[in-house]
């Protein structure tokens, strides 16, 4: 459990004091789920960048004050921004961000991809070059697990050294920092001035699936795009997810003659077309996680596969949270799969914000 009450708690600090706040800047922005912790941790965030249109489009619905930069960040001139912001070297509080991971990944890894060789994989570069102009006093860098053993990352921590920043990092799983779902994460957390501890990880059983989509109205009677969208599956795939066992079934407890051709020959992926379990957290929410073809995506209870809400909640959002269906549904789920949950980015940022605040009274 966390030292104090203060640090499970929300900050809601009132616009009014958004001035005093710590001020945070949250590169690759995505959707807008790492921007979102910050706030609740009692950070402003003042600006953003990100690429992608659909994401950004999301990403300005839920946090419109924010200053959003929607281009390739290496063709981002840091003089215009900083001028923009009105900020001179040493004054960003927090430097924040989650670039892009897919080259990463375990997944591509068994594909006999090499990670070193994907050219997102120099974004995490970029970090540094905001680094070296902004000179923020923190800086939180998140990603998959992956990231550890890729060469460029050991020489990002170098060059953060060498700039005086003390850097701690760690591989985390969010299902114990609050979030309903298991999630590996990377988070490094880097300084400079007092060391910033890590988030205390707390006993799970409270945040759990159950707790999470009883949440929500039925699908269908809640006037809500995300989950009121629905699903069609051919006869032979729908009466297979009505014999799967309620409450935490896989496809393997079904007889051999209702399973599919594929998953006979396949040993492997044996959470495809399986069911969450109510008292237990969600599989890690991924870019396919409507899709029960892609993973343990089937509701508990109901002979479907969780709504884009459903996923979303999972992943930390609240209910009302916008992610556009301008490119439909794959678009929608690729955001929610791809996003930081914004819990789990909380309990890390309240660590540097209460660094910050020692620091600063000193």
Known sequence: MHRTNQKTRRRTPSPASA??????????SGSGGLSLGLKMAGFNVVGGIEVDSLSAESYKMNHPEVRLWEQDIRTISLPAVMEEL???PGQLDLLAGCPPCQGFSTIRTRKKLVAAED???ALVGQFIRFVESLVPK??????VPGLASYRGFSRVRNRLEVLGYKCKYGIFDAAD????QRRKRLVLVASRGRPIPMAEKQKRGEHVVKTTLNRLAPVGESGDELHDFTEKRSDRIASMIRLIPKDGGSRSDLPLEYRLGCHKRCTGFKDVYGR?????VAPTITSGCTN???GRFLHPEENRAITLREAAMLQGFPPRYFFSLRKGKDGAARMIGNAFPPEFARRFAVEIFDALDETSAR
């Open 292 to 294: 029960p073809s892609k």
């Open 177 to 180: 920092f609050g979030v309903p």
């Open 86 to 88: 009105k900020l001179q």
């Open 138 to 143: 923190s800086i939180m860098l998140e990603n």
């Open 19 to 28: 001035r005093k706040r710590p001020k945070a800047m949250d590169l690759f």
């Open 119 to 121: 050219p997102r994989n």
């Open 276 to 280: 969450m379990a109510w008292n237990d």
